[in-house]
């Protein structure tokens, strides 16, 4: 004589709950675009791929964003990243990649893309200035600017950045709406 004995539990709740926490794990909550962390995965993928063309990296912010959150609100500097996200979605081809650092700072990784060809692509952006409605009905203006970067060959995504960061610091210091560059030749600078 045998006997069988069985158990149902159901782990859809604990499944649903896994899923969930790999999507925050990767993506930023507010704008739903990927975080740091999807960044530097995609970033080890795309640096191992060799392209005659290269690759290209575009550190984007926001002009004047603080000012944003000091007069109307941390719901209308939401309202703001999340319109900038949007925007810098439809300004992108598929195999592009667009991630939100933090605070006002996105990061676009062009693969197999010309530095000449990224600074396209930033100045496209930011010469997208957009208006945000304010509760009063105001009317605000915003821009961005942004430092353009060629990927260096077996470089790592700090070296990358940093380089971005520089152009984008340049850029600011020159005005605001603006697009720098930091090329291969200037990555020592």
Not at 134 to 161: H, M, R, W, Y
Not at 175 to 187: E, P, Q, R, T
Request: aromatic share 6%; net charge negative; proline share 2%.
């Amino acid at each position: 004589m045998r006997y069988f004995g069985a158990i149902e539990r159901d782990i859809t709740a604990q499944r649903n709950q896994t899923e969930r926490l790999l999507h925050l794990a990767h993506r930023d909550v507010l704008t739903g675009l990927p975080n740091r962390g999807a960044l530097e995965e995609e970033f080890s993928h795309v640096s191992t791929i060799a392209s005659a063309r290269g690759h290209a990296l575009v550190l984007l912010d926001l002009d004047e964003f603080k000012q944003v959150n000091d007069t109307y609100g941390h719901l209308a500097g939401d309202e703001l990243l999340r319109m900038f996200a949007a925007l810098l979605l439809s300004n992108l081809r598929r195999d592009d990649f667009v991630a939100r650092l933090g605070g006002d700072e996105f990061i676009i990784l062009l693969p197999d893309t010309r530095l000449d060809e990224a600074q396209g692509v930033a100045q496209q952006i930011v010469d997208a200035s957009f208006e945000l409605e304010i509760k009063n009905n105001d009317q605000v203006e915003f821009g961005a600017s942004a430092g353009v970067t060629a990927l260096l060959p077996g470089e790592d995504l700090n070296s990358a950045l940093a380089r971005a960061d520089n152009a984008l610091y340049s850029a600011k210091s020159g005005g605001k709406g603006m697009v720098k560059i930091k090329s291969k030749k200037m990555a020592n600078a």
